[in-house]
Structures are given as C-alpha cells and as structure tokens.
C-alpha cells in the first residue's frame, strides 16, 4: 500500500502558498517541498494532492492500493462523494490520478497526526 500524506501552507487568503508531500511504501518515504501560486487555502489543498499523485506516477511506484491522508475536511468530503460546488475541477483531476488503483481510501487526520506534510509545507512556504 501506498500511504501518500499531503497538507497545503497559506500567508493569507488568498496568498503565496505551498504544498507537503510525504510519500510513504513499505520500503522507502519520499518527501517534497513545492511551493504554489498565490491561491486560498483550500485551493492550495486540493493542490497539493493532486501534486502528491502526480509524484507517485513519476515515481512509478506500483502498488495497487493508496490511501490519501489530508487534513483539510472538504478535501477529504469532497473525493469521497467525488463533487465539490466550488472545487469540481481539482476533484476531476485527482480522481482521474487515482484510476490506476485499485483501491483508493481518503482519510482524514486531525492536523497534529499529519506533522510531517505540514512540516514540509512550511518549509516550501519560506522558500
């Protein structure tokens, strides 16, 4: 299974902004720094999945079952029932990323469970 855990970084609303990827199989965690555009929070969420999937294709890891770990609600509720009102083109693009899995599981984690994306976030914010 691959374990992909991903949080978004914001100075302002909207503002510069960045994403935290921690990749993580039962061999080997791969961590990314990428800023973003000035966008809003959730916006830059639903980035740094998104970002987070395209890594793990170009990273050709092969398994077939990815849980996606987030700290941000709507991003999880929003893949869940695969729609958001205002976010529907970011929820296309990372469902069309998830299809070559066989499974895909969206979790939620409180922020202080999901450290590590965060902490790669901030780093690329002050970049």
Not at 74 to 103: F, G, M, R, T
């Amino acid at each position: 299974m691959i374990k992909l855990y991903t949080d978004a970084a914001t100075l302002g609303n909207p503002g510069p902004s960045a994403a935290g990827i921690l990749i993580v199989t039962a061999k080997k965690q791969y961590q990314f720094s990428i800023p973003l555009p000035p966008v809003d929070n959730h916006i830059a969420e639903f980035m740094a999945v998104q970002l987070g999937l395209e890594k793990i294709a170009t990273l050709a890891l092969t398994e077939s079952l990815l849980q996606i770990n987030v700290d941000s609600k709507i991003v999880c509720q929003s893949l869940e029932k695969q729609y958001a009102k205002h976010y529907q083109q970011y929820v296309d693009q990372i469902i069309a990323l998830e299809q070559p899995y066989s499974l895909v599981l969206h979790q939620w984690l409180p922020d202080r469970q999901n450290k590590g994306a965060h902490h790669l976030a901030q780093q690329a914010l002050k970049k």
